[in-house]
Every structure is written in structure tokens, then in C-alpha cells.
Nanobody, 125 residues
Framework: QVSLVESGGGLVQAGASLRLSCACS???????????MAWFRQAPGKEREFVAS?????????GYADSVKGRFTISKNNSKKMWYLQMNSLKYEDTAIYYC??????????????WGQGTQVTVPS
């Protein structure tokens, strides 16, 4: 397991943008790229849901929930041991606590064995 810390959340108006960051504080630089990573979110009274993912390794294949496709972009910076979630055209429905998660050889959500503490994103109606 590694230690993950999210940042970048806040209160923004509909249509605005935010960039969330996830720092991997106990990742070894030489192995950082081996981690698969994902962003999840949980709104009040709702189940946690998948938002976006990026595979480790040279491919870096990405995946997105339908609700964010075309608006959100997941990326990473290996040298900084950071992952990002660029969120554009934010909507009220994007209001949630956003969590980053990491794991190796992820095949299922249960394979993400490291989670951050979450960062709040609020888009007023």
C-alpha cells in the first residue's frame, strides 16, 4: 500500500473547471508507473461510484464513467508521482467527495488497496 493525498477540491459555479490532484507520498519513483489509479466519488446519500481510471505501465489506457466522458480528463506525471483529474463544464450533479485510489494489476475495484481521504467538490444548483 501507498499513501495518497487528494487536493484541489472547492466550491465552483456550474460550468466552471477544477483540477484535482492526488499525490503518492510513499511511492518509489521507479515503481510509481506500475500503479493503476482511479478516481471515485460519493455524493450525500448515494453509493460511491467510479469516475475515471488510468492504467499503469507504458500504455496508460484511460476509462471514464459515461456521466463524465468528454468533460473530465485523467492524467499522471510520473516524475512528480502525481495523478490528476481535470474537470470541465462542472454540473450540480458532480457535487461529491472525490477519492483517488491506487493498486497494482487492478482487475476489480477491490484491487485498489490504497485510498486517499477525499476532497470535496461542490457545484451549487
Amino acid at each position: 500500500q501507498v499513501s495518497l493525498v487528494e487536493s484541489g477540491g472547492g466550491l465552483v459555479q456550474a460550468g466552471a473547471s477544477l483540477r484535482l490532484s492526488c499525490a503518492c507520498s510513499r511511492c518509489i519513483l521507479s515503481t510509481f508507473n506500475n500503479y493503476d489509479m482511479a478516481w471515485f466519488r460519493q455524493a450525500p446519500g448515494k453509493e460511491r461510484e467510479f469516475v475515471a481510471s488510468i492504467e499503469g505501465g507504458s500504455g496508460g489506457r484511460t476509462g471514464y464513467a459515461d456521466s463524465v466522458k468528454g468533460r473530465f480528463t485523467i492524467s499522471k506525471n510520473n516524475s512528480k508521482k502525481m495523478w490528476y483529474l481535470q474537470m470541465n463544464s462542472l454540473k450540480y450533479e458532480d457535487t461529491a467527495i472525490y477519492y483517488c485510489a491506487a493498486g497494482k494489476d487492478v482487475q476489480d475495484v477491490r484491487d485498489y488497496d490504497s485510498w486517499g481521504q477525499g476532497t470535496q467538490v461542490t457545484v451549487p444548483s
